[in-house]
DNA sequence: ATTTTTATTTAGTACAACAAAAATAAAAAG
DNA sequence: CTTTTTATTTTTGTTGTACTAAATAAAAAT
């Protein structure tokens, strides 16, 4: 059984992976925010636990196993997520922090419960994919809002790398996932978009917020 | 912030105090299954922290601000199972060993947030009362089934030293907080009881299990 | 007053997580 | 293809938590 630091280790490869097929240690230390020889370290305990597959020298991967045990912690993080939002009440840019210490508890019946509850719910909040308890993750192929050009028009299915601040600044500005967009204007200089949507028109989103935004596009 | 260690030696301290006042390295060794030489050390770290006021060879007890921390983790160990219960539909029986993890969770508005959706409950599923934030604790005076005798009416409020299969046996008997038992005679040999209540009669408790079914007499 | 029980001290183990500095390997540049 | 640079690893060492066994001291009981 993983400890909190160990499973954070595996998220953390788990995220650069999904982002460049692979991960390195000067990666996992500057995401860890501790020393490379730590983590040279920690990864050697992590390849004798069979969780990533380790060749000195050679980036990183986690195996078939380290693949499901990162994927369960990230299934209970959205879980968790879903639940404090959902059943609990709390506003979507609450719940990062409490799902962080959430992930980590061991009681399966609890996740078990909270899933069967949120109706087997298949993304976070956020939009984020649940991954089932097998470790297998239907990814949805969504694209950027900064992708799309004038006269689009556009869902919201999901917001990544999703800070409290971003969330609180979408919630401000009453954007949430399913709201539809218009784009009215791409600005050449700063690749800022000016869309319109709901009752909201001629607003500004910078080039920032716009590749945070996934969408998919319904015309 | 005291580890997850330290706070159960806390809470291991308060239940002792309940019982007998005050508690000893033997006590809590036994309670804490380790060698009594690591409950020294871990006592003299807690008193280094202002958690327990202590004199070597004299016995212990909590300071006032132990109390408080030790009533805030049971807080959270008790709003979590009525949580559970309440809201999340285990059964009573089903709800420790969860509590149990979660209790040590740190963020405050998770807790916070189950005890507005609950109503503010004064009590856990078992009937076991609900420390106030600042530590304070409302002691209802019950008393064990087993002080009563033939021919009173009493009205359970609360089963102490619940485990989970004394509790699936009164579920299985169809007891539950506010099951209303008559006395029709008690054993002198064996101090077993044999009460009436809702659909059933002449059903028999040992004096093991009356010593835990805390009463209110209501006649 | 001596024995027994209980608690403490001492000395040590094991493990987790970390870092600084030196050594080495791999990759990039000349 | 050698040199330089960068990335990684090794070595050595630290800190902290939780624990034990054996020896010793204090308190309680006979």
Sequence with gaps: ?????????????????????????????????????????????????????????????????GQVEAAQIIRKHRLTEMFLVDIMGFGWEEVHEIAEEVEHLKSESLFDRMDRLL????????????????GELYRRPYKALS???????????????????????LTDKQIGLGTEFNIKKVEPFDKSMVVDY??????????E????????QIN
């Excluded at 860890?32 to 370290?41: A, G, I, L, P, R």
């Excluded at 990544?160 to 971003?166: C, G, K, P, R, Y």
């Excluded at 709901?198 to 080039?207: A, M, S, V, Y």
């Design 119 to 134: 109706g087997f719910p298949d993304a976070d909040p956020h939009g984020s994919p649940i991954p089932a308890k097998n």
């Design 1 to 65: 059984m993983p400890t909190q630091t160990k499973e954070n280790y595996l998220k953390a490869i788990y995220y650069l992976q999904q982002r460049n097929k692979t991960a390195t240690i000067s990666e996992l230390a500057e995401e860890m925010q501790v020393n490379k020889s730590t983590v040279t370290e920690m990864i050697k305990k992590l390849a004798d636990r069979g969780w990533v597959d380790y060749q000195k020298y050679k980036p990183i991967r986690l195996s078939e196993l």
């Design 147 to 169: 992708n799309y050009r004038v006269g689009d028009t556009l869902r919201l299915k999901a917001v990544i790398d999703n800070t409290d601040s971003l969330l609180a600044m």
């Design 209 to 216: 917020v716009c590749r945070r935004l996934m969408v998919e």
């Design 198 to 207: 709901r009752n909201c028109e001629g607003i500004t989103l910078t080039h």
